[in-house]
T-cell receptor
């Protein structure tokens, strides 16, 4: 399977715990995006990488959130001291530089539940 | 800032009915426009796209035309099937930037 993969698919945690999600983009894609989707809403942008450089962060990305893409391949999204309001689906997408139309391909998402 | 507004759902239709889901946008430049679909239990999939005014995107019998004068990108299908039941998202992006999504429209097709 050469699509975008995310791990884990589901995560249940207690308030105050730290969680980390992983995203593996399509291998030839150098752009990687993180979005968050809450129930009944469209995805909202969190952050974006081109290769290993984090080029944009949303105001939604509080100090408790950090994302990395150390070698320009996979990316991790960490949430520290989770809160119930962090419960959502976290989506990863990737695209290629040569795709002027910015066609982004999405992974299946990681569903986070904070108890 | 850029934004997308979709018609409110849910939308329920009978099989073989004509479908229209309205989408309008606000953008500072010349965005690319997209329709994504999310089937039950699955991830977001790109349904169709258009990159400039008057372009028509099409896929799986769905169509949408980029209308700059009305800032719209309405999704249409002439004859829907039960398998089209899903949530549909209109989105835009400018250059290599983030996608900005509408709130989604849940479509249910009854046999």
């Amino acid at each position: 399977d050469t699509g975008v993969s995310q791990d884990p698919r589901h995560k249940i945690t207690k308030r105050g715990q730290n969680v980390t999600f992983r995203c593996d983009p399509i291998s030839e894609h150098n752009r990687l995006y993180w979005y968050r989707q809450t129930l009944g809403q469209g995805p909202e942008f969190l952050t974006y990488f081109q290769n290993e450089a984090q080029l944009e962060k949303s105001r939604l990305l509080s100090d408790r959130f950090s994302a990395e893409r150390p070698k320009g391949s996979f990316s991790t999204l960490e949430i520290q001291r989770t809160e119930q309001g962090d419960s959502a689906m976290y989506l990863c997408a990737s695209s290629a530089t040569l795709s002027l139309r910015n066609e982004q391909f999405f992974g299946p998402g990681t569903r986070l539940t904070v108890l | 800032g850029n934004s997308v507004t979709q018609m409110e759902g849910p939308v329920t239709l009978s099989e073989e009915a004509f479908l229209t889901i309205n989408c309008t946008y606000t953008a500072t430049g010349y965005p690319s426009l997209f329709w994504y679909v999310q089937y039950p239990g699955e991830g977001l999939q790109l349904l169709l796209k258009a990159t400039k005014a008057d372009d028509k995107g099409s896929n799986k019998g769905f169509e949408a035309t980029y209308r700059k004068e009305t800032t719209s990108f309405h999704l249409e299908k002439g004859s829907v099937q039960v398998s089209d039941s899903a949530v549909y998202f209109c989105a835009l992006s400018e250059g290599a930037q983030k996608l900005v999504f509408g709130q989604g429209t849940r479509l249910t097709i009854n046999p």
